[in-house]
């Protein structure tokens, strides 16, 4: 059967983004005909002198511009803008979930870096993804209240404030109650997701209510109105983080948790019991500024170090970003650093990450040496790195990993913060309360706890952190201040989608805008991805004969970008959201 016209297929195209549907060849071609159209209308780099938030929608970053405008700090914004994403885009952050966020303070010169990532319950055990021995399928154990890990993000966020805010605690919380309250509404991509989950969205009472009235999804352009989660909002605005984490609202996550047919193990305890942590960025040189990034339990910041690294030793400035030689560079740093990864990297607080050996300039040299111009490994494998302390380790297989939202924000002072937001899979658990849905974070571990008698570093533990991809980055230029703040959605994809990006600013020199717009390239594990419907598929035959595993596939990433630029003329704001979703970046 001959596929429409360009000119129908763009309609239709539109028409399938609403519906959610991708299930013919026409129609797989016609969504690849709207992403190439969508990157060919790409907006300008956003420009600002005094500050700017850059979010993954309109109303989330008014939220924050609001709070700044009002005088309050980068860290009074991304709570605003937070709490505002949780109304809008429910599928992929918010109160049921964690957060990671790097925090530059202007005033001290110093940089934290501020876990609010979900942990596993005091009872979970490390067979708690294993049925009759073997591994459970990813959907049936990620829906439900199995894989639901203890929320962090809002005491993680509370705790920011108190060091950090200046505006009062329950003002931030009012552009989010009363939009949940008045209506938002519902976006195309919005409402593809639900229609494309509806089938899970509907064994969820409360998400079924909201997103599925009359039995039907709700559709682009209907209006959302949340009033559960306005309470919720309400309560936290008077109470604290406490209100989520003691009393009426923590009873009523654990109970549905436990009382689901795929049951979970959290208590009201290990509610109470959940405590944010600060921790040391994860720093190294590239170009002669210095990248930072998360530190365990996020793989992100070192996985992105040690590609960096690799890259650091080849020469990328003249090459084309969109060339063969470019992609064959990120995609082979990148599964040389993956392959480390899998086997590696894990709650730094139990089990013993050998980081100090991973990012050594000796080690990442002598793993820089694996990459060949001409041909690709066949398989990497994880490397021997120096200062390991621990039982020998079995490489984690690749399991799904997704969800996130990421916030930049830089305010008038130049405090500066970039924040990775999750619930982990596409509305995370399904499961729905008071308004928010919980996360299904747990599946973020290795299903299986040992391999061949060998243990995985990052198998479930009772109090454990799981191992994230998250990648909130802030680079610092020879003056010591910041001059780029980043990340992504994306799962596990994050780390190559950052990656990239600071390659096309700090190598090829692209403005925000031009970067995150780029056709993504990256490697997953020991694979290599190019993104569907863009230059990017152009390149696999070439790839492939140089020995690459190449898989063409939609690459919804969802970088948001800021660079700072200081010079006679004062500090000027340049930001940049990704256009495969429905971001902004704003400034004043």
Not at 134 to 154: D, E, K, N, S
Not at 405 to 434: C, K, P, Q, W, Y
Request: net charge neutral.
């Amino acid at each position: 059967m001959a596929c429409p016209s360009a000119g129908h297929a763009a309609g239709q195209a539109a028409q399938i983004s609403r519906s959610g549907g991708f299930d013919t060849p026409c129609r797989r071609a016609a969504a690849a005909l709207l992403l190439l159209l969508l990157l060919l209308l790409i907006p300008a780099t956003a420009r600002a002198q005094r500050q700017m938030v850059a979010a993954a929608h309109p109303l989330a970053a008014e939220a924050g511009m609001a709070m700044l405008r009002a005088g309050g700090t980068a860290i009074d914004a991304a709570i605003a803008t937070q709490v505002m994403l949780g109304l809008v885009e429910p599928q992929s952050s918010g109160l049921g979930g964690g957060a990671l966020a790097l925090y530059w303070d202007a005033a001290t010169r110093h940089l934290s870096a501020w876990d609010g990532r979900e942990v596993a319950p005091a009872a979970a055990p490390p067979t708690l993804f294993l049925k009759d021995g073997q591994p459970m399928a990813f959907l049936a154990a990620a829906i439900g209240g199995r894989a639901v890990g203890v929320p962090g993000a809002m005491r993680m966020l509370e705790a920011l404030h108190k060091a950090q805010g200046r505006l009062p605690w329950a003002a931030l919380f009012a552009p989010a109650i009363a939009a949940a309250e008045n209506g938002v509404p519902v976006t195309p991509r919005l409402a593809a997701l639900i229609a494309q989950d509806a089938a899970h969205l509907a064994q969820d009472r409360e998400a079924r209510a909201l997103f599925l009235p009359d039995g039907k999804p709700l559709p682009a352009g209907a209006t959302l109105r949340n009033p559960a989660y306005a309470a919720t909002l309400r309560a936290i605005a008077e109470q604290g983080a406490e209100a989520l984490h003691r009393g009426p609202i923590a009873a009523e996550i654990a109970a549905a948790i436990r009382a689901h047919a795929n049951p979970g193990l959290m208590t009201t305890d290990d509610l109470a019991g959940y405590a944010p942590k600060q921790r040391e960025a994860l720093c190294g040189p590239y170009r002669g500024v210095t990248v930072c990034g998360f530190p365990p339990p996020s793989s992100g910041g070192a996985t992105v170090l040690q590609i960096l690294g690799i890259l650091a030793h080849q020469s990328l400035a003249g090459l084309d970003p969109r060339g063969l030689d470019a992609a064959h560079l990120l995609g082979e740093a990148g599964r040389i650093a993956f392959a480390d990864r899998n086997r590696y990297l894990a709650d730094a607080d139990q089990v013993p990450v050998p980081l100090r050996g991973l990012l050594d300039p000796t080690y990442l040299l002598l793993r820089a040496q694996l990459l060949d111009r001409d041909h690709a490994l066949a398989a990497p494998r994880a490397g021997n790195p120096p200062w390991q302390d621990g039982a020998a380790l079995a490489s984690q297989p690749p399991q799904p990993e997704g969800g996130t939202s990421h916030v930049s924000i830089v305010d008038a002072e130049g405090n500066a913060l970039a924040m990775t937001s999750t619930i982990e899979d596409l509305f995370g658990a399904r499961l729905m309360v008071r308004g928010f849905f919980l996360n299904n974070e747990l599946t973020d571990f290795s299903f299986l706890p040992e391999i061949e008698g060998r243990p995985v570093a990052n198998r479930v533990g009772p109090g454990k952190r799981p191992r994230s991809s998250m990648s909130p980055t802030i680079v610092f230029g020879a003056d010591g201040l910041p001059m780029l703040l980043l990340g992504s959605a994306g799962g596990s994809r994050i780390i190559g989608h950052v990656a990239q990006t600071l390659v096309a600013l700090l190598d090829w020199g692209l403005e925000p805008q031009a970067a995150v717009s780029l056709p993504r390239i990256g490697a997953l594990n020991a694979g290599l991805e190019l993104e569907a419907g863009t230059g990017a598929a152009a390149l696999a035959p070439g790839l492939e004969a140089r020995g690459f595993p190449v898989e063409l596939r939609t690459m919804t990433s969802g970088l948001h970008v800021i660079r700072i630029l200081r010079g006679a003329e004062g500090v000027r704001l340049q930001g940049g959201a990704d256009p495969r979703r429905e971001g902004v970046a704003l400034g004043d």
